[in-house]
């Protein structure tokens, strides 16, 4: 490494990463005090990396060796992580050290890109193991179910994936797919049922049991605990769900105790609201709930899933739509409280201008991503807006990712 001045490619360095950031890298400083970021080192570590691109004010690695182990640092337990699965990037980190990393990451996130400073808090995580019901997996070269190398389209076997519900591993366990075709695979942790969904004109897919549902209208039931009793939930293969349905416990959960108005809400609309599970989960006592999703596979679900509550709303309204498209109808009873889950990108400023339209007193936001997270916060702000509380949540242990449940109360 050079003495002095910036780094260029293909210098060998040694560095001390600082503390991990948004994406699951971590932060170290080259030796004039510049920016450089490498992927799967850990806080503590002293580590030997090679430089793969470098830019006026920071520069990126790769990680070539650990010279010496941070206290932070584990040797992965699950065979596929070990050999180069992407999916559990974190699987080197102690599992007792996630949640202080990942509130630190969403503390900056929003101190750097928001100008706010806030205490973040730890709402816990999902259990470390066998939590995942839904996973995307791809054909190895034999055929068999495979994972992705991490930043590689290679294929890694599945040998007994740590995070998979067991239920999900006996599937697997029995399926054969073209090489290289993609299938997504559910399971029910309710009765145990299942849904493939896949791109036919890609490939085919053998070896499923014959109870486990394909094509455009194959769906589980699942159910999950909620403070106003389970709720039970039709999933359509094509619509979006948790990684489970402890991570839907917990998210909804957490809501609650961010935003306890929506127990006795008069209008509560839930936007990006999937199949209904946030507004099931949270609305069981509102005059009216309404619903804003633009997947149809999600909207068709919700409208089974929000009339089963028991007893229902008087008014049920389900919106298939863009969010920054959406209007309320013009007989519509003015809205109290907002929740919104949106994608990783974020409400932006589409979203922001829908919840501003409704203005309602709270608004409970789910975020994941932290970037984008503080970005919504920042649009928030000058929407009038201000963010009282964050909770930060791990629904994927083992990975980077990072939920976070915040609370924004209308200022003017």
Same mark, same amino acid.
């Given at each position: 490494?050079?003495?002095?001045?910036?780094?260029?490619?293909?210098?060998?360095?040694?560095?001390? =990463?600082?503390?991990?950031?948004?994406?699951?890298?971590?932060?170290?400083?080259?030796?004039? $005090?510049?920016?450089?970021?490498?992927?799967?080192?850990?806080?503590?570590?002293?580590?030997?990396?090679?430089?793969?691109?470098?830019?006026?004010?920071?520069?990126? &690695?790769? +990680?070539?060796?650990?010279?010496?182990?941070?206290?932070?640092?584990?040797?992965?337990?699950?065979?596929?992580?070990?050999?180069?699965?992407?999916?559990? /990037?974190?699987?080197?980190? *102690? /599992?007792?050290?996630?949640?202080?990393?990942?509130?630190?990451?969403?503390?900056?996130?929003?101190?750097?890109?928001?100008?706010?400073?806030?205490?973040?808090?730890?709402?816990?995580?999902?259990?470390?193991?066998?939590?995942?019901?839904?996973?995307?997996?791809?054909?190895?070269?034999?055929?068999?179910?495979?994972?992705?190398?991490?930043?590689? %389209?290679?294929?890694?076997?599945?040998?007994?994936?740590? &995070?998979?519900?067991?239920?999900?591993?006996?599937?697997?366990?029995?399926?054969?797919?073209? =090489?290289?075709?993609?299938?997504?695979?559910?399971?029910? /942790?309710? /009765?145990?049922?299942?849904?493939?969904?896949?791109?036919?004109?890609?490939?085919?897919?053998?070896?499923? #049991?014959?109870?486990?549902?394909?094509?455009?209208?194959?769906?589980?039931?699942? &159910?999950?605990?909620? #403070?106003? $009793?389970?709720?039970?939930? @039709?999933?359509?293969?094509?619509?979006?769900?948790?990684?489970? #349905?402890?991570?839907?416990?917990?998210?909804?959960?957490? +809501?609650?105790?961010? &935003?306890?108005?929506?127990?006795?809400?008069?209008?509560?609309?839930?936007?990006?609201?999937?199949? $209904?599970?946030?507004?099931? $989960?949270?609305?069981?006592?509102?005059?009216?709930?309404?619903?804003?999703?633009?997947?149809?596979?999600?909207? !068709?679900?919700?409208?089974? %899933?929000?009339?089963?509550?028991?007893?229902? =709303?008087?008014?049920?309204?389900?919106?298939?739509?863009?969010?920054?498209?959406? @209007?309320?109808?013009?007989? *519509?009873?003015?809205?109290?409280?907002?929740? *919104?889950? #949106? *994608?990783?990108?974020?409400?932006?400023? =589409?979203?922001?201008?829908?919840?501003?339209?409704?203005?309602?007193?709270?608004?409970?936001?789910?975020?994941?991503?932290?970037?984008?997270?503080?970005?919504?916060?920042?649009?928030?702000?000058?929407?009038?807006?201000?963010?009282? !509380?964050?909770?930060?949540?791990?629904?994927?242990?083992?990975?980077?990712?990072?939920?976070?449940?915040?609370?924004?109360?209308?200022?003017?």
């Amino acid at each position: 490494m050079p003495p002095d001045g910036p780094l260029a490619v293909g210098d060998e360095v040694e560095l001390e =990463p600082e503390r991990f950031v948004a994406g699951g890298e971590t932060l170290a400083r080259s030796a004039d $005090g510049r920016v450089v970021f490498v992927r799967g080192a850990v806080p503590g570590d002293r580590i030997r990396a090679t430089v793969i691109d470098a830019r006026r004010d920071w520069s990126r &690695v790769r +990680l070539l060796s650990v010279v010496s182990s941070g206290t932070d640092r584990v040797e992965a337990s699950c065979a596929a992580r070990r050999a180069g699965c992407g999916g559990c /990037d974190w699987a080197e980190v *102690a /599992d007792a050290a996630h949640m202080s990393h990942k509130v630190g990451v969403v503390v900056e996130a929003l101190r750097r890109t928001a100008r706010i400073d806030l205490d973040v808090l730890d709402g816990g995580s999902v259990p470390r193991t066998g939590y995942r019901t839904t996973m995307r997996v791809v054909g190895d070269e034999s055929g068999r179910p495979a994972l992705r190398m991490e930043s590689s %389209n290679t294929a890694v076997p599945i040998t007994g994936c740590e &995070v998979a519900h067991p239920r999900l591993l006996e599937l697997l366990d029995g399926m054969t797919l073209s =090489p290289g075709l993609e299938v997504t695979v559910r399971v029910s /942790d309710h /009765d145990g049922g299942s849904t493939a969904r896949w791109d036919r004109r890609a490939g085919e897919v053998s070896g499923l #049991p014959v109870e486990t549902r394909t094509g455009r209208d194959a769906a589980i039931e699942e &159910v999950v605990d909620s #403070p106003g $009793g389970p709720v039970r939930l @039709r999933v359509s293969a094509g619509s979006f769900f948790q990684s489970g #349905p402890a991570a839907a416990r917990l998210l909804i959960r957490t +809501l609650a105790r961010v &935003v306890p108005e929506c127990s006795d809400a008069e209008h509560l609309v839930d936007l990006y609201g999937g199949v $209904g599970l946030l507004a099931a $989960g949270l609305g069981s006592s509102a005059r009216r709930l309404t619903v804003v999703e633009s997947s149809r596979s999600a909207t !068709s679900d919700a409208l089974v %899933n929000l009339p089963r509550l028991d007893p229902p =709303p008087a008014e049920i309204d389900v919106a298939t739509s863009e969010v920054g498209a959406w @209007r309320a109808s013009a007989d *519509a009873a003015p809205c109290d409280v907002v929740i *919104a889950d #949106p *994608a990783r990108s974020g409400l932006g400023r =589409p979203g922001v201008a829908a919840v501003e339209r409704l203005r309602p007193e709270v608004l409970g936001l789910v975020s994941c991503d932290p970037v984008s997270m503080a970005r919504d916060a920042a649009l928030l702000a000058e929407a009038g807006f201000r963010l009282e !509380s964050a909770i930060a949540l791990d629904l994927f242990p083992g990975s980077h990712h990072v939920e976070v449940v915040s609370r924004f109360v209308r200022d003017r």
